[in-house]
């Protein structure tokens, strides 16, 4: 038998790991979606499959690879031309399989759907055992299989069901993702259920804020305007994000790779101080490594996740983050309590001589789940309305 060998690559979605059976033809025997690290990712594949780290893929292998690559970027790949070798797999799972890869990008089947293809109704649950048994997921898309009516069903790989809502969402699919506002009347629907919540802030719930998240731009550009915008004036960080968008015609916003090749004084040209220069470039470089998720990716990991990665740019700070929960995602329970005006309205709903400390303010807001979100806009609103 030809011995196997196994690399280990970094995509958008993490690091991930490729097994295959050496010779002129090489087929995959294994794929490893993302651990928690690269580490974890490489003991789990070696494990797994007895094969030999490899420092430097066949061409065919690097192919696969680089679409791999691209899937995870949000521009969906066909695998089913890549040759997979499926030894110690029985009939019955060789037919799963099959099965599986002719779902395309964009779909779903559920288990039974598959069963019913194979003519074996009622085989359900086989059906979700064999794909569990699933050695190479991704290039055999088990992760499009999902249980009937919607439910959780279950997933083996790494990460569970998030990274198998993850793996949906870049293709398109909204499935098991964390809730959202999406318009103004999902934000009246949050504020009744919270009126429930606290008698305090019910009186406060009213009258109907106007909110729609802005989702237009990357995770890149709103935190490339929101760096730009720190600290000063709306007046004035609109006038330099104009001048620096004038450095780079006929894009929205500079790619990464073009502003990272951009010389330091031709930034601070256009206005940029030299700590928003180099937040800009690092917000760059962690948006080609995949620090920074893509608008297909950020829409499935949760908002810990997103504070985490976020926050590790230069000059990026948690309330940023926050804002970009908020008004980027709509994502329902984000409570900025580092927020000055945010805590002053709590303390004018509860009548408090003094402005609460962000401890006692995360505190008090326990009991908004899973609206805080909500409470946060409409305490806004109560500041907003003593100014105005």
Request: hydrophobic residues 40%; aromatic residues 8%.
């Amino acid at each position: 038998m030809k011995p196997t060998a196994y690399y280990i690559f970094d995509t958008s979605l993490g690091p991930c790991g490729i097994a295959w059976r050496e010779g002129d033809r090489p087929a995959l025997t294994s794929f490893q979606l993302p651990a928690i690290d690269a580490r974890a990712t490489e003991e789990r594949i070696a494990r797994e499959t007895g094969a030999r780290p490899s420092n430097a893929p066949p061409p065919a292998i690097a192919g696969i690879i680089g679409r791999v690559r691209r899937h995870f970027e949000g521009y969906p790949e066909d695998f089913r031309d890549v040759e997979v070798d499926l030894d110690g797999a029985g009939p019955f799972a060789r037919q799963v399989y099959a099965a599986a890869r002719a779902i395309p990008a964009g779909k779903t089947a559920t288990y039974g759907e598959i069963a019913e293809t194979l003519a074996r109704p009622g085989a359900a649950r086989a059906v979700g055992q064999a794909l569990g048994k699933n050695p190479i997921p991704l290039i055999i898309p088990c992760h499009r299989v999902v249980a009937a009516g919607g439910k959780p069903g279950g997933f083996s790989a790494p990460g569970g069901l998030r990274t198998k809502s993850r793996m949906l969402a870049v293709e398109g699919v909204a499935w098991g993702l964390p809730p959202t506002l999406k318009s103004a009347r999902d934000l009246q629907r949050a504020a009744a259920k919270l009126r429930t919540l606290d008698p305090h802030l019910a009186d406060w719930l009213s009258p109907p804020l106007p909110f729609k998240p802005s989702t237009e731009h990357s995770p890149y550009a709103a935190l490339f305007s929101a760096i730009v915008h720190q600290q000063l004036t709306p007046k004035a960080a609109t006038a330099i994000l104009s001048r620096v968008k004038a450095l780079f015609p006929g894009a929205i916003f500079p790619a990464p790779d073009e502003l990272l090749g951009t010389p330091d004084h031709i930034l601070r040209s256009a206005g940029l101080s030299q700590p928003k220069t180099e937040a800009l470039k690092d917000l760059a470089a962690k948006t080609l490594d995949g620090t920074v998720p893509t608008a297909e990716i950020i829409i499935a990991l949760d908002d810990d996740e997103i504070v985490r990665r976020l926050s590790s740019i230069r000059g990026v700070g948690r309330w940023t983050v926050e804002m970009l929960l908020i008004f980027n995602l709509g994502r329902t329970d984000v409570f900025p309590v580092d927020d000055y005006a945010l805590r002053k309205g709590i303390a004018k709903v509860y009548g408090m001589p003094e402005v609460p400390s962000p401890k006692k303010a995360l505190g008090l807001g326990d009991s908004w789940r899973p609206y805080r979100t909500v409470a946060s806009l409409y305490l806004w609103n109560v500041v907003n309305a003593e100014i105005f």
